[in-house]
């Protein structure tokens, strides 16, 4: 990776964990900022990241980190932006950008939005990309790479400050879709609430069997279950916030998800093999589909059995 | 790994997919038989498992393919194995063991069971070893290292028979667990028909959507949809064999899930965040239980980011 200009002088990361680790240290990589501050609630997560050093200055308050900053991402959960827009309001620079990472947009825009001073500019961000762990040591500089990062900007934010953000999440990788807020929201209830809904039930369901161990459960899983629970095992707080902030979206997917399986229930029970052939036929090509855009990778078994890596 | 004394003298393999080519790999790779015919129902196929050569002799019909070997295994969809075994049936070697790989267990021994022979061994198997690929240019040595193989003799097999079989899945790279087949598709149920289907189901989902587009679904799936589309890219044959047969103990499974998925949808509609919380929470401790007894990959994001592998 070459070195390259940086896009905004000074960023401010408010929250140090997965997305906000592996932003600090692709910046750092590519050079896209002289200065990266940073804040966590939590002490000890300062201290990682003061020890990684994917930030050049930690602070004790997100008011102290915000100060000064041109660009100021907000990687915490959405519950928690309210309060946190509240406190970094007054000491916004004229001219800097406001942006978060969360994974519901409407509410986002509810929760900070309000906060928002006069010449201020505030463009929600949402990069898709997805892994399981969380926490300050888990981040990784290529996190963003080959991802999509969708935007949401507010009425009030110049084109000037969403072109930059657009640069910025292009120069981490990522290619960037602007839309609206509502539509947002409708698009990540599919492609990713519902997914983590569905995994959360499924490992409930397998926890509470009499007939089946938990230890079987665990020993058999690679038949596929075990697909359901890297999801199952993000952040908890995360995802509490997520479904109770995009609760309408989600219900709507939801019923049309119970639908679409009380009909495959029905196939089943009717002995309907031809119908079931059909449904998971087609289902291979929206894989292929999804391979052929580059969002996942073809390696058998997404390269979990490490070929030769066994004595 | 190093070579050792065969464990059988000859082995025929009816079926040349993912799991025969991969057997054939591992069987010549660690010398494991002397001899491996083989037998597929197309041409092509047969055609592909001359060439990468992972059987010594290729048949023109499953009997030929079978006459005088050792160890048969059958390994085709369930739905064929019954006029495969009758087939077979009047040219099996005394003493010989007939196994198979099929998903479900109940379902194949009715299908097979009454074909075989007095003085043949029928030792039915399932290696729970997953790919959502499919076809003999698909097989790996490697498909079997570090999972299990379940078996479920049937009581006229010889304990000679059984313990002959469990060594071999051992030499695969499999440990080997004994029980019964009503059991083994209860266990099943859960940990691999229901997950499939659920995936199915939400990939039929996402196809029928008016406000977003299938372009949007593919863009935006590394949210968390991804994961769902490659167990859904499994063979649809196989597929509809499995739930058409494991029927009962599939509906059971899928009516559990569905009163949960209710249960959660209720705690999102009334704003139960606690609810949610503690059970996001206890997700989190099964995916450590499966990473720890080595069902999958510690690695986030399975490893799909590989890390460095870009310029």
Redesign the interface.
């Known amino acids: 990776m070459t070195s390259q200009k940086p896009i905004y002088e000074s960023i401010c990361l408010i929250g140090l964990g997965l997305i906000g680790s592996s932003i600090g240290l692709d910046v750092h990589k590519k050079n896209l900022a002289n200065h990266i501050s940073g804040y966590a609630r939590s002490e000890k997560t300062r201290q990682i990241a003061k020890k990684i050093g994917f930030v050049d200055s930690v602070h004790e308050s997100a008011a102290d980190a915000a100060r000064d900053a041109d660009l100021i991402i907000i990687c915490a959960p959405v519950g928690a932006m309210d309060s946190i827009a509240a406190e970094i309001a007054p000491v916004l620079k004229p001219g800097a950008t406001v942006t978060d990472v969360g ?1 519901v947009k409407q509410a986002v825009i509810e929760a900070i939005g309000p906060h928002i001073p006069q010449g201020v500019n505030f463009v929600p961000a949402h990069p ?6 969380s926490g300050p040591e ?1 981040g ?1 500089a ?2 963003f ?4 990062c ?1 935007l949401t900007p507010v009425d009030t934010a110049t084109p000037e400050s969403i072109e930059k953000l657009i640069q910025f999440w292009n120069a981490l ?1 990522s290619s960037v ?1 602007v839309m609206t807020a509502k ?1 947002h929201d ?3 209830a ?20 009499e ?2 161990t ?1 230890s ?19 952040d ?2 995360m ?2 916030d997520v ?2 902030t995009n ?1 309408d979206a ?2 709507e ?2 019923g ?3 639908e ?2 009380s009909a ?2 029905r196939q ?2 009717w ?1 309907d ?1 031809d119908a ?2 059909d ?6 090509e ?5 391979v052929e ?1 580059g ?3 073809d390696a ?9 890596d ?1 004595e």
């Open positions: 994974s898709i990309a997805g892994s399981e762990k888990s990784f290529e996190l790479q080959d991802r999509w969708i990788g879709e539509h409708s698009v990540l599919i492609t990713s609430h519902l997914p983590h809904l569905i995994a959360y039930s499924i490992v409930s369901t397998a926890s509470d069997l007939d089946v938990q079987e459960v665990i020993k058999f899983s690679a038949g596929g279950f075990r697909d359901f629970t890297r999801i199952a095992a993000s908890p707080t995802w509490r479904f109770l609760k989600v219900l997917m939801l049309r998800f119970s679409d399986l495959l229930q089943i029970r002995n093999g079931l052939f449904l998971f036929t087609r289902s291979k929206t894989r292929s589909n999804i855009a969002q996942d990778t058998p078994d997404f390269g979990r059995i490490q070929i030769g066994k």
